[in-house]
């Protein structure tokens, strides 16, 4: 090969690189704003999980209270118990989902750093040997 044809193709991989690089940083951005997400989902599990169990324990029956006025207490409380449980499920499912996209764009962000340090150790191999066939 010819010095013209390592100079374009160093400038060649000088681009991916570049490329490359601009790629991870958008995969570190991502993973930074999901890593803030699942931090105030946390708070909000958490806060929603004391409320779960508030609910649970609420000890509210008047010794008169008696049949059909009883039963509808019951069952709105029983509602709202199944309610507040079903919203901290759906809360702890989405942080779950949060944790699996930030491993696999962590995956994709370690690929892009494999190909950028081969690029580049490539671009140190033509710079060489366009230096050596001065």
């Known amino acids: 090969m010819d010095k013209s044809d390592l100079i374009r193709k160093r400038e060649n991989m000088q681009a991916q690189a570049a490329a490359a690089r601009q790629d991870a940083a958008l995969l570190e951005e991502k993973i930074e704003r999901?890593?803030?997400?699942?931090?105030r989902m946390e708070g909000v599990i958490e806060g929603a999980w004391q409320h779960e169990r508030k609910v649970a324990h609420i000890d509210f029956h008047p010794p008169?209270?008696?049949?059909?006025?009883?039963?509808?207490?019951?069952?709105?409380?029983?509602?709202?118990?199944?309610?507040?449980?079903?919203?901290?499920?759906?809360?702890?499912?989405?942080?779950?989902?949060?944790?699996?996209?930030?491993?696999?764009l962590a995956n994709q962000l370690n690929e892009a750093q494999s190909n950028l340090s081969y690029l580049q150790s490539y671009i140190s191999n033509l710079s060489q040997e366009i230096v050596e066939g001065d």
Not at 34 to 39: F, I, M, P, Q, S
Not at 65 to 75: E, S, V
Not at 88 to 104: A, G, P, S
């Open 34 to 39: 999901l890593y803030r997400a699942k931090g």
């Open 64 to 104: 008169s209270w008696k049949g059909t006025t009883k039963n509808k207490y019951l069952n709105h409380l029983h509602k709202i118990e199944s309610s507040v449980r079903q919203y901290v499920h759906h809360l702890r499912n989405t942080e779950d989902r949060l944790e699996e996209e930030i491993r696999r």
